[in-house]
């Protein structure tokens, strides 16, 4: 096991750590829920732990250039989410559900 | 002290996305996940990231989360008995593939950890000022960012469209 994990004062790898942490969070919570908007959450979730590593890792090798790409990926999720939000009201006011199973008209 | 910093935000940013996950009814989980991102906030301001911590709270939990809320309300989906049932099963099977990809993740990307500081003269503490970041933002990435903000514009456009009543009235 130690040599599986690093020496744990390394503040850089207990960022990793910790955001390695939030995505399996994040992966976790899409797969066992069935609400929509819990699995946009999820995926937020998931974007906010890369978002900590870009900066952890902008900050280990003293390169500003991973910040600006924190800014970037906020500035796709706020697309992303405005989208989405749009299409789940949509959803909702043709299956009047938001459960994910209520969207199966595909299935042969 | 920055280590128990460290520990007390990191304890409640787990913990916050936990409950995002777990609690039933979605406006706790979306209060949770505002408790998540406040600390990672913090988080970013221990890392001397002090725009992006900025950014964070006003982008996510000042717009991303009111969004999610209003809809929350809107729709009015805050009562807990429709909800869904998974099996333990599933659920426990779910569980066990996270607990997988994070050991693998962390096997994979540990390396990159080990081993810091390219130095390329910039004093660690001001990469996250505005200044620095906005003179990257406006020199080096500024064809991206015109481009995202051809992205906000088509978003804008496709929200208002899909939450028309009625595509075909007008």
Redesign the interface.
Known sequence: MNS???ELS?????????S??????????V?????I??I???I??ML?AV???L???????????G??F???I??????????G??????V?RNTG???I?SLKNLKG | MEQLLFIILSVISVAAALCVIFVRNPIYSVLSLVITFFSIAGHYILLKAQFLAIVNIIVYAGAIMVLFLFVIMLLNLNNTENQEKRSFISKAIAVVAGGLLLVSLVGLLKGSALHPTIQNGMSSDDIGTVQTLGKVLFTDFVLPFEISSVLFLSAIIGAVMLGKKDLKDH
């Not at chain 1, 906020?74 to 989208?83: C, D, L, N, R, S």
């Not at chain 1, 939000?85 to 949509?90: E, F, H, Q, T």
């Open positions: 599986f994990l690093p390394n503040v850089y790898f207990n960022y990793l750590l910790l390695s942490v939030l995505f399996c969070i994040g992966v976790i919570g797969i066992i829920r069935k609400n908007i819990i946009f959450m999820s937020e979730l906010n978002n900590l590593l900066v952890n890792f902008s900050n280990m090798h003293n390169d500003p250039n910040q600006v924190v800014f970037f906020m500035v796709v999720a706020a697309a992303e989410v405005t989208v939000l749009a299409i789940l009201v949509m909702y559900s938001v459960n199973d």
